[in-house]
């Protein structure tokens, strides 16, 4: 039992319970699948969620025809003819964005000039039905010709719980809500936090303010208003520049950092029994219930999170922001959500990841069935990273983590 | 009563079958693992085994669709997990997926001297990709026909059954016999009909697992799966006796067993 217990809790860990004095029974019966330990028992009418997309500016598979999606990006312009590598923002010329998260791997380059962040991705639904994770990339993120900003770099991952489309409208969303406060600045430098803070802030109330005009609306993931208050996504977003690496963090994924072989955490887990998050919660009213791990109102196991409307003031979405020199010896920074970190500690992640870095991945002899004829746009990988975080994943798997596992692994060493 | 008969031994026929194919997919396993071409015979040899028994019991439920849904030749154990008559296709992914955790657990230190297995645990970025893919298909398709098995189940309280017993004086009886065997049969078929669909599910979605593995690989999760299933039957048939169930002690003998029908 004690083992059964620990594959089970990361998904108690995402979100919510089986509390019997509120919401409805819809929201109680996402609840219950999540807390659910064998998931082949199938639940009514099979509950379809959404999965994550490959173009980066799209919404999800499932939700893709159904949500009305396209009143909150006018400002996206998807070329007609592209695979969703590229995306017209404005009307200004095309910013090459990369982001192509591909399930579960894929890690993309074609960014103009030299400043290409090396990465890996890894992200797939694992033991479970339903892909909630999404993963947004977006090397040189900031506008191109100006100089400050170049090699400023994007990474995010995204947890979603109750139902994908939090986590996906983070994924198309958050990065453009960062960029136009940075936008609004005049040093870059400054003011990180407040920046971080008030994207997090916007990112919250779109979510919120759409899933009020779904009031009605079709999507299928059956979780429309009132109950889609009750999604909610983490979001932990590191940026990277070439002497600093921000890290805001929302929730219970986390970003550590690999430095002289020794595992950083750059964000702490917004858990409802981290005693700070305790007194905030209830000093707001709240109560923290013991129900399969600590969980807000005996609901939500986390104690951050964006959307989550039902459970504001006590959940919030104000991001915990570190800001960190980068150093020469530092190798990697590892983002990944809690389907991974449930299973494998931070320093054994680090230990894992700096051996693909330097060169003890599978070795490359090892060819596959799919892997000959597949991805002609490989070369521009990072194989090394790319190991790392599929490895990760992998690890994660091994270790029966019964959550989805999205892991991303950004080079830090200087070349 | 004869059609249960034949779908009994059609059954034991094909668990025998299995018997003997695990016993040949191990031998491979162990006595030719560098030998892809053997390894990929086997397979397809299994793969065909599987397509005779597809096609058989085809021809049976054919006659009567709604015996395989519970199968009296199934134990309670095996019966309460069945998804339209068989195994649900999403467990490929569970099974490759703890495969790949058992090796890659024993073998982790060996992964970092670069020592390449080519066995499950060695399932590449390329493969997870693929495998996480198939993951979202089976997923997909195993919701759909679960909802088109939801609304065949409902009709049973839908015209015009609901109202034949509403209307009937006395449970059971017969005056409207052949409107009743009528609707019946009309059910019956529907049940064939999805049960096919399950099946070719069932064996599209192995043979697109088993492209994206390398022979090796395919080998050993066959022969995990098929001992999985021969497992289960046996451990699940034993507490049934012990819950004095017995029904299956009657079919024990697999006598009638001789190749694939």
Not at chain 1, 165 to 193: F, G, M
Not at chain 1, 402 to 413: A, F, K, Q, Y
Not at chain 2, 24 to 35: A, C, V
Not at chain 2, 94 to 122: K, M, N, P
């Amino acid at each position: 039992m004690a083992e059964i217990c620990c594959g089970v809790v990361s998904e108690n860990e995402a979100s919510s319970a089986c509390e019997s004095n509120s919401k409805a029974t819809r929201r109680k019966r996402m609840d219950l699948r999540r807390v659910n330990f064998v998931p082949t028992i199938e639940k009514e009418n099979g509950v379809k969620q959404a999965r994550l997309s490959i173009s980066p500016a799209s919404f999800s598979r499932d939700c893709n025809n159904n949500c009305n999606t396209t009143e909150l990006k006018p400002k996206l312009k998807r070329k007609p003819d592209d695979e969703g590598d590229e995306i017209e923002v404005d009307g200004a010329k095309p910013v090459p964005l990369v982001a192509a998260i591909f399930r579960p791997s894929g890690s993309a380059v074609f960014v103009d000039g030299e400043k290409v962040p090396k990465f890996g991705v890894a992200s797939v639904c694992g033991r479970r039905r339903d892909m909630e994770d999404a993963v947004a990339i977006h090397p040189s993120f900031l506008t191109v010709e100006n100089d400050r900003t170049s090699g400023v770099h994007y990474f995010g991952v995204y947890d979603g719980h109750g139902c994908s489309h939090v986590a996906t409208r983070c994924k198309d969303r958050l990065h453009l809500l960062v960029k136009e406060e940075l936008n609004k600045k005049l040093e870059l430098t400054t003011e990180w936090a407040k920046t971080m803070e008030r994207s997090f802030n916007r990112m919250d109330k779109e979510v919120v303010d759409w899933n009020k005009g779904t009031v009605g609306g079709n999507c299928r993931c059956e979780l429309q208003a009132p109950e889609s208050d009750a999604v909610g996504s983490t979001a932990v977003v590191a940026i990277t520049t070439p002497d600093k690496i921000i890290v805001a963090n929302c929730g219970d994924s986390r970003a550590v950092l690999c430095r002289n072989g020794k595992a950083v955490p750059l964000s702490s887990d917004h858990k409802p029994d981290r005693p700070d998050e305790l007194n905030r919660i209830q000093a707001a009213g709240g109560r923290v219930i013991y129900w399969e791990g600590a969980r807000v109102l005996g609901v939500l196991a986390m104690s951050r999170a964006i959307g989550d409307n039902y459970l504001k003031p006590y959940v919030i979405c104000e991001p915990e922001v570190t800001i960190t020199d980068r150093a020469g010896d530092d190798e990697c920074l590892i983002i990944a959500s809690d389907g991974l970190w449930d299973v494998v500690s931070n320093d054994t992640a680090c230990g894992v990841a700096r051996m693909c870095l330097k060169g003890k991945g599978p070795p490359a002899s090892m060819k596959t069935p799919v892997e000959n004829n597949e991805e002609p746009g490989s070369e521009k990988w990072d194989k090394a990273c790319s190991d790392a975080s599929m490895l990760l994943t992998k690890l994660a798997l091994a270790r029966r983590s019964s959550d989805n596992v999205s892991v991303v692994v950004i080079d830090l060493r200087k070349k | 009563m004869a059609n249960h008969q034949h779908s009994l031994s059609c059954y034991q026929n094909w668990m025998s079958q299995q018997r003997l194919d695990l016993e040949e997919l191990l031998q491979g396993l162990t006595n030719f693992p560098t030998d892809p071409d053997y390894l990929r015979l086997l397979v397809k040899k299994n793969i065909s085994h599987f397509e005779d028994y597809h096609a058989a019991r085809a021809q049976l439920a054919k006659l009567n669709g709604p015996s395989f849904f519970a199968p009296a030749w199934g134990t309670t154990f095996e019966n309460s997990s069945l998804w339209i008559g068989g195994c649900r296709p999403s467990l490929i992914i569970r099974l490759v997926y703890v495969l790949c955790g058992s090796h890659q657990t024993e073998h982790l230190a060996e992964f970092f001297e670069g020592v390449s297995r080519g066995d499950l645990g060695d399932i590449s970025g390329a493969q997870l990709k693929s495998i996480d893919a198939l993951h979202a298909k089976i997923v997909k398709d195993e919701d759909k026909l679960t909802s088109i098995f939801a609304s065949l189940q409902e009709r049973i309280a839908d015209e015009p059954l609901a109202l034949l017993a509403y209307k009937c004086r006395n449970v059971g009886e017969s005056s409207q016999r052949e409107v009743v065997d009528r609707a019946m049969d009309g059910h019956a078929l529907d049940m064939y009909k999805i049960l096919m669909e399950a099946d070719r599910l069932r064996l599209d979605i192995l043979k697109r697992m088993i492209d994206i593995l390398t022979p090796l690989q395919a080998v050993e999760f066959l022969a995990a799966s098929k001992k999985l299933q021969l497992s289960l039957h046996e451990w699940s048939k034993s507490r049934d006796v012990q819950m004095g169930i017995t029904q299956l002690l009657s079919t024990n003998n697999p006598s009638s067993s001789g190749g694939a029908p």
